[in-house]
């Protein structure tokens, strides 16, 4: 780390623009879904055809009506929404062996960020770990994971996780 935003605190090294994460994400996905997060929000309008939701769980929800529908859905959100999710995620795409991309901003991670997120910085990897799902992280992978999570999904109909780290676009 090696980077600091305009107050002087660290983050995460760029990997991609929003602009060519956003590209890459609609060449393999054609349907997204989500709860704005900070980290995605220069990414979040990019994208077309996208569904806000409300809350993450139903963002998942929508998700496996698009995927049944014959579309390849993408969903975004940060992690403490997996936490409010994992049941619609078991309970619907891991039930029915359905591919799922969740594309997850690793919040709390850093020392500055907010009080709220820190327990979630130390406990996503952690669920992560637990669970059946394939991680990737993109820190590590760059953009480069979106095409392989796009062929894992199609090969395995798994959920695939792409774990974003604050400061990995430029937010």
Same mark, same amino acid.
């Given at each position: 780390?090696?980077r600091?935003?305009?107050?002087?605190?660290?983050?995460?090294?760029q990997?991609?623009s929003?602009?060519?994460?956003?590209?890459?994400?609609?060449?393999?996905?054609?349907?997204?879904?989500?709860?704005?997060?900070?980290?995605?929000?220069?990414?979040?309008?990019?994208? @077309?055809?996208?569904?806000?939701?409300?809350?993450?769980?139903?963002?998942?929800?929508?998700?496996?009506?698009?995927?049944?529908?014959?579309?390849?859905?993408?969903?975004?959100?940060?992690?403490?929404?997996?936490?409010? /999710?994992?049941?619609?995620?078991?309970?619907?795409?891991?039930?029915?062996?359905?591919?799922?991309?969740?594309?997850v /901003?690793?919040?709390?991670?850093?020392?500055?960020?907010?009080? @709220?997120?820190?327990?979630?910085?130390?406990?996503?990897?952690?669920?992560?770990?637990?669970?059946?799902?394939?991680?990737?992280?993109? @820190?590590?992978?760059?953009?480069?994971?979106?095409?392989?999570?796009?062929?894992?999904?199609?090969?395995?109909?798994?959920?695939?996780?792409?774990?974003v780290h604050?400061?990995?676009?430029?937010?």
């Amino acid at each position: 780390m090696n980077r600091v935003d305009a107050k002087g605190r660290a983050l995460f090294d760029q990997i991609s623009s929003s602009r060519e994460f956003a590209a890459a994400l609609m060449k393999y996905f054609d349907w997204f879904s989500g709860v704005p997060d900070s980290v995605f929000k220069n990414v979040l309008p990019l994208l @077309q055809p996208q569904q806000f939701a409300a809350r993450e769980n139903h963002a998942v929800g929508a998700a496996f009506g698009a995927r049944i529908g014959g579309k390849n859905p993408c969903v975004l959100m940060q992690n403490s929404g997996l936490g409010l /999710s994992l049941d619609a995620i078991l309970g619907l795409f891991e039930l029915y062996r359905q591919g799922l991309l969740l594309v997850v /901003s690793n919040r709390g991670e850093l020392a500055w960020e907010e009080i @709220q997120h820190q327990d979630w910085g130390r406990l996503t990897l952690p669920l992560l770990n637990a669970t059946n799902f394939t991680v990737l992280d993109f @820190q590590t992978h760059g953009v480069s994971a979106i095409a392989q999570a796009a062929d894992i999904i199609a090969t395995e109909q798994c959920i695939v996780v792409l774990l974003v780290h604050r400061g990995n676009l430029d937010e």
